[in-house]
Every structure is written in structure tokens, then in C-alpha cells.
């Protein structure tokens, strides 16, 4: 089975969506540096698109167009600045003229080059997409991609990680975890890093797992200045800012640092401990609406519950800053991969329990690890938090990743809370239910879901409430 470190769970990227901005997004740069190895870019005289599925159903809302633009033309999502997002998009969309792969200049008209195929399927997943070049010589060539959840992407005819990674626990299910974890008297932190460490060094995975919490970090503290409408036309507003403003009544400090530590001091009780948690979730969520840059957490659309849960510890627990960043996110994104594994993150496949019911998962485990838990109560807590998130569906307004997927992000935080705190206060010797079994009975509840219900905005409230989205 595939070997997943946990910086393919975590990826730093620009919002809305993992499968439906990141994953075409990394398909069109994989396309481009294809033709770049083959000397190919300067014979280029045309690029098509095809969208197929829930890509193209929902596409247009999830910034999928976007995505496609700025991957042609050469920029990466980790890298972009923030606001050359809508810019380069908008120069295109005027223009006509794409510059491909940062090096040609060619004809491009987005509503022509892009095309949406919203009633056809392919057959392998319900994100295909299919990249044409036409070339001087009357020539062409095409690939075709599944952009399979969580910013990950299948080209056609090849599988997921090709190279071959060897770790040294190998990790396909819960009873793995427990097998090694017993064995050597560790934590699933300990155990992920011993795998970590045979693809870079202990000071190298330190430096990648803390620049993850900064850009998370950097995310909530920016998200908390904004207020207004979000895009896209549902006229949603921004809450997260009104929620910190009030909490703190005197202002923002001037940077993240000065804003955890005023976090920190302030007295708290339990209405505005949970106005918190709400507050760093939506903020994230926000930023994703808007094309700000966020971390994929499995997902973008879920990308707000991981943050959250971990401010709230390092504002609200007793804890041991960076070394409790590091063991959170190493046992967090561990059970992601669990479930990647054993079931899906794309919501094109499972719903939302596979967005935000994993990534709620993960977020009580990491919690739990940094509580002091040992493995087994990990394991329960993410065993509790997607117990409680099975046969959730996708249903997003207008496509749009804004309602319900952003307050639902305040959910799923506090639900990986609770789920952790039980688990503390529990023998998971005694728990009934596995980590594996919940992992399997997700994946039994994503095949029975209805299609309506797996990110095509067809059916749930996309269907009932009437949205009036101006084409702008
Ligand atoms: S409803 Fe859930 S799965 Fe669907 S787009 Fe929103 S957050 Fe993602």
C-alpha cells in the first residue's frame, strides 16, 4: 500500500477547494512540465480543458478555472503571492492571452478553452479532467487526471506514489499503529517520526511541520483584520474578525505572536473559550473562501478544524509549544492517512464525513497526543470524532465552498475537543468500537451515499435554498 508521509496530508496551497482548485491546479503543472521535458512549449499554439463530473458540476464555484490558469501558466500554489490569485485570473479573462508555463504567450479565452461537462463522467473517479496541447505541426497531446481528494492527483495509467518510499513501520491500518506502538512503547508521534526519518532529517521535519503551523497560524491572524462579504455572489459576510474583536475588545495586536499571548492572558470562561474555537475555525474558512492561502488539512474545504483545535491548546492548555506542534501534527496526520487508506478524503467520493469528519479525526487524535494520551486513546478519540460525523453529506450552496462548509468547520473542532476529552476520561480497552471499524463503515456509508450528495451541489440544502448568483 502507498507509504504517505505526513507532508503529502499537510500541503500549503491557495483556497477554496483541495480536489477542486488544488488537484486541478497540480495537474495543470504536471501537464506543463510534461511538455516542458519534451521541448515541447514553444510548438504549443492552443491548450483545452475538459472537466468532467463533479469537477465540472461544481467547478465554476470551487475556483476550478482558476486553478487550471494559474497551473498552465507556471505558478505553484505553495509560492504565489496571495493577491496575484485573482489577478493573473482576471488579466486572462480579459486578455484572452495565457503565458504558458511562464515562458510563451498563446490565445486563451477561458470560457471557450474551458469546458464543462457537467452531464459526462469518466469512468476511473468523479474528478476527471483531460488537458489538450495543439501544436504547430497539426499535432496534439492530451493527458487525462483524477484529482482524488486532499490535493492529491492520479494521472491516467499511472498509480499514486510512484516512487517507491520504503518506511521502516510500515502503516496501512489502526491495528498497525497498535502493533508498533506497543511493541516499541512509543506514541504515534514517536512511530510517525521514525518513518519520517527515513525520507529527511529530524531538524528538516521540524523546520516543514513548524512552517505548516506558521502558515496556519499566519492564516487565523490575518483572517481576524477582514471583514465584509466573502466572493462569489452568496453575499456570505465575514464573522471571524467580530467574533475576535469582541473578545478582545481592545484590538488586534500586531502580529500572530502578540496575538496567541494576548489570547493567553486574557481571562477566560467557557462562552469565550468555545467563541474561540468557532473564531479560529471560521477564520481559516474564510481565508479559503476568498483564494487566501491556507493549508490542506486533509482538505481545503475542512481546512480550519485542524488549526483551530491546535490554537485553542497552545491559547487554553497547559502545553509545550513547538515540540506539541510537531507531536500534534505528526498524530494528525497519521490518521489522515489512515483514512485515506481505508476509505477517502474526497467528498466527490464519501461526502463531507470524508472532509470534515476526518479531518475532526485527526484533530482529536493530535489533541489527545498532546493532552498526554497514550496511542490507544488517540485512537479512540478519532474512533469518536468520525462516529459522529458518518453519512454526513455535501451539500455546498451555489458550489460554492462557503455554506454550510464553513460553520461546519466550527463544528467539527469542537466535536475533535469533546471526542478528546472523553478519550482522556476513558478505557479504550473497553470501547466497543475500532478506529478500523469506523474507518470501514465510513467507507461502506460513501459507496451507499447518493451521488446528489458528493460535492455536485444537485441535492440537501444546494437543492433547497434558491441562490442568485450574478456571473461576474
Ligand atoms: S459541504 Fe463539506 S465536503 Fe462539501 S464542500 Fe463543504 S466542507 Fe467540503
Known amino acids: 500500500m502507498e507509504r504517505i508521509s505526513v507532508f503529502d496530508i499537510f500541503k500549503i496551497g491557495i483556497g477554496p477547494s483541495s480536489s477542486h482548485t488544488m488537484g486541478p491546479w497540480k495537474a495543470a503543472l504536471d501537464f506543463i512540465n510534461s511538455l516542458q521535458h519534451q521541448n515541447l512549449i514553444d510548438r504549443v499554439e492552443k ?27 507556471g505558478h505553484h500554489p505553495e509560492s504565489i503571492p496571495v493577491d496575484w490569485v485573482q489577478k493573473i485570473y482576471t488579466e486572462v479573462q480579459n486578455s484572452h492571452q495565457l503565458n504558458l508555463a511562464n515562458s510563451k504567450n498563446i490565445s486563451f479565452n477561458p470560457e ?3 469546458l464543462f461537462h457537467k452531464d459526462q463522467s469518466l469512468p476511473a473517479h468523479a474528478n476527471g479532467m483531460t488537458i489538450r496541447a495543439f501544436l504547430v505541426d497539426e499535432n496534439s497531446i492530451s493527458e487525462t487526471y483524477y484529482s482524488i481528494g486532499g490535493g492529491f492527483i492520479i494521472k491516467e495509467g499511472n498509480k499514486e506514489f510512484e516512487e517507491v518510499r520504503h518506511m521502516p513501520y510500515p502503516i496501512d491500518t489502526a491495528e498497525d499503529i497498535r502493533k508498533w506502538c506497543n511493541s516499541m512503547q512509543i506514541s504515534i508521534a514517536q512511530l510517525v517520526l521514525q518513518n519520517e526519518l527515513s525520507l529527511q532529517n529530524k531538524d528538516q521535519i521540524y523546520a516543514g511541520i513548524l512552517k505548516i503551523w506558521k502558515v496556519m497560524k499566519d492564516c487565523i491572524y490575518q483572517s481576524c483584520l477582514k471583514s465584509g462579504e466573502l466572493p462569489g455572489g452568496l453575499k456570505v459576510q465575514r464573522r471571524a474578525k ?29 462562552k469565550s473559550t468555545l467563541n474561540w474555537l468557532s473564531c479560529f475555525a471560521l477564520a481559516v ?6 483564494f487566501g492561502r491556507i493549508v490542506t488539512a486533509p482538505t481545503n474545504g475542512a481546512a480550519g478544524v485542524i488549526p483551530a483545535v491546535l490554537m ?28 485515506k487508506k481505508g476509505a477517502t478524503i474526497s467528498a466527490a467520493m464519501g461526502g463531507c464525513q470524508a472532509e470534515i469528519g476526518v479531518s475532526s479525526a485527526m484533530a482529536a487524535a493530535g489533541l489527545t497526543e498532546v493532552m498526554g494520551g497514550s496511542f490507544e486513546q488517540c485512537m479512540m478519540a478519532a474512533e469518536i470524532a468520525m462516529e459522529h460525523h458518518l453519512g454526513m453529506t455535501c451539500d455546498p450552496i451555489g458550489g460554492l465552498v462557503q455554506v454550510p462548509c464553513i460553520e461546519r468547520n ?10 478528546a476529552q472523553i478519550a482522556m476520561e476513558s478505557d479504550p480497552t473497553k470501547a466497543l468500537v475500532s478506529l478500523d471499524a ?18 455536485t451541489a444537485d441535492g440537501g440544502l444546494a437543492l433547497h435554498i434558491p441562490v442568485n448568483i450574478v456571473e461576474c
Open 410 to 419: 466550527t463544528m467539527g473542532a469542537i466535536k475533535a475537543v469533546t471526542a
Open 438 to 455: 469506523v474507518i470501514k463503515t465510513m467507507k461502506e456509508t460513501a459507496f451507499d451515499m447518493n451521488h446528489k450528495y458528493k460535492e
Open 242 to 270: 467580530k467574533l475576535a474583536d469582541n473578545l478582545l475588545k481592545d484590538g488586534m495586536p500586531a502580529n500572530p505572536d502578540l496575538f496567541i499571548q494576548k489570547i493567553q492572558t486574557n481571562p477566560t470562561d467557557f
Open 285 to 290: 474558512n474564510e481565508e479559503n473562501a476568498s
Open 112 to 114: 471557450t478553452d474551458i
Open 312 to 339: 485553542y491548546h497552545i491559547c487554553f492548555n497547559q502545553n509545550k509549544g513547538d515540540e506539541d506542534i510537531v507531536r500534534f501534527l505528526l498524530t494528525a496526520g497519521e490518521i489522515g492517512s489512515l483514512f
Open 47 to 73: 491548450i483545452q480543458v475538459e472537466l468532467f463530473g463533479s469537477l465540472a458540476k461544481t467547478g465554476m464555484g470551487h475556483g476550478t478555472d482558476l486553478a487550471v490558469i494559474l497551473g498552465l501558466a
